[in-house]
């Protein structure tokens, strides 16, 4: 197994660019399966979890080729399988996000339930709700979703909770169905419009996203699209924090800060000195890091993917923050590593309050969950005496694209070491 291995005390310097978005890469993907191809993707970001839903695809009949500009070329002329199995579901949550383009291209599909993950039993009871509005007959048999439908009929859903691949599910599940789907309380997330822009580009009649009412009027049929994915705003976001809390001066090319409005708000109350262009960041740390409160909420608020970062700065923050986790129950695994860096952290229900340090000290630590690994990191960029170890990386790897490469061309002293 492999681990990160950091000295901290460097200011990061210099220019980052970001990479395409995991979560609108995920969809994006899985949308291939609505019609023929090929399809052609660009800024794909390379990740574990993109390499798992393509395994999953290929295994039912759809075809990738990496194309010399980096594209990916994706045909599922030929999808002819509907099963995505236990143990390859369960690494990757996200595989639900197969079942609305299989229903609707195949009216069929066999899907391992996804089960929880470390910060939580994400359940998927809304997508089956919705689904079942819809015309589909689910059964579960041995921990999978076994789903039929003759074809799928519009529906007017309302989402109890605004579930971000809830509303990518039903949306790919509606774009061919008879009539119309009216999705109420959706997502509002920019991976939403993205992937609502790449189903326009295949023909899919939708309208309203971004905003909590989608309107999506069904169409006969659908064409092969080529789309760009859009820059991964977690990632943004990290190379944000990570510049206030290492007092650095970086530019952040590749982003979209009107995907990070609340980050902005939050990072100028800590002292941090932003500027931003349509398509860049730049971001100098303050001397002093000033405690501030957040509580993490559905987009446009502050992204859930960046509260264990935003705590790792408070842990050397002046004064003391409470930080509110309101999306997922047990999103404070992190905590108990960072106490082992020194950190001053208390736990009360879904709050955590951090008393500020002067600093945290280096250790040995291990990732539990993929954003917690980069609040670990974001730690050993800063900790003294002595060398941070990270463990179980593999979490990292699933949704940050070299990102200890990247943040050692801003400066840090950071490698990769077999564990
Ligand atoms: C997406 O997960 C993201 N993943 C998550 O990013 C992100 O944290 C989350 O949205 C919130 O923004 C992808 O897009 C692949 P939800 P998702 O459905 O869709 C409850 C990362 O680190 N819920 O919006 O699974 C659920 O338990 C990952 O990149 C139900 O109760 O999240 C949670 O409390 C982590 N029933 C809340 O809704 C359902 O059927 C929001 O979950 C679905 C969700």
Redesign the pocket.
């Known amino acids: 197994m492999k681990k990160i291995v950091i000295e901290g005390g460097n200011s990061l310097k210099g220019t980052v660019t970001i990479s395409g978005s995991?979560?609108a890469a995920?969809?994006a993907v899985a949308a291939c399966i609505l019609t023929g191809g090929p399809h052609i993707i660009h800024s794909l970001p390379t990740l574990r979890?993109i390499m798992t839903i393509k395994t999953i695809m290929s295994g039912m009949g759809a075809e990738f080729h990496e194309n010399e500009d980096h594209s990916l070329s994706v045909n599922t002329d030929n999808i002819i399988d509907h099963e995505a199995s236990y143990d390859l579901v369960r690494t990757m949550?996200?595989s639900?996000?197969l079942l609305g383009p299989l229903l609707a291209r195949l009216g069929k599909a066999r899907i391992s339930l996804p089960g929880g993950?470390a910060?939580?039993?994400?359940?998927?009871?809304?997508?089956?709700?919705a689904l079942s509005a819809m015309g589909v007959d689910m059964r579960l048999e041995n921990g999978y979703i076994n789903a039929e439908v003759k074809h799928m009929k519009g529906a007017n859903i309302f989402f109890?909770?605004?579930?971000?691949?809830?509303?990518?599910n039903i949306m790919m599940a509606a774009v061919t169905a008879d009539g119309s789907t009216i999705l109420n309380n959706a997502?509002k997330?920019p991976?939403i419009i993205d992937l609502a822009d790449m189903l326009r580009k295949m023909g899919a009649d939708i309208r309203g996203d971004g905003t909590d009412t989608i309107f999506i009027e069904g169409v006969k049929e659908l064409k092969p699209a080529e789309h760009s994915i859009i820059p991964d705003r977690?990632e943004a976001g990290t190379f944000m924090i990570a510049s206030a809390i290492t007092q650095g001066d970086i530019r952040i090319q590749n982003c979209r800060p009107d995907h990070l409005y609340a980050v902005i708000e939050k990072l100028r109350a800590v002292g941090a000195e932003i500027e931003y262009g349509e398509d860049v960041f730049s971001i100098k740390g303050p001397k002093i890091i000033h405690s501030v409160d957040i509580t993490t909420m559905?987009?446009p608020g502050f992204?859930?993917?960046l509260q264990a970062q935003f705590m790792t700065l408070m842990c050397i923050a002046k004064g003391s923050s409470i930080i509110e986790e309101t999306?997922?129950?047990n999103r404070f695994i992190h905590v108990s590593e960072l106490e082992r860096m020194g950190a001053d952290i208390t736990i009360n229900g879904n709050q955590a309050l951090v008393r500020g340090r002067d600093c945290l000290l280096a250790a040995p630590v291990m990732a539990t969950?993929?954003?917690a690994s980069a609040s670990l990191i974001l730690a050993g960029l800063v900790a003294v005496e002595g060398r941070t170890e990270v463990s179980r990386i593999y979490h990292l790897d699933r949704?940050y694209e070299a990102l200890e490469e990247k943040f050692r061309a801003l400066g840090a002293n950071i490698r990769r070491e077999e564990d």
């Open positions: 995991k979560n995920l969809p979890d949550r996200a639900i996000l993950c910060i939580g039993a994400r359940p998927v009871n809304l997508h089956l709700k109890d909770i605004p579930t971000v691949t809830g509303t990518e997502a997330e991976e977690i559905p987009f992204p859930t993917d999306i997922f129950e969950d993929l954003r949704g």
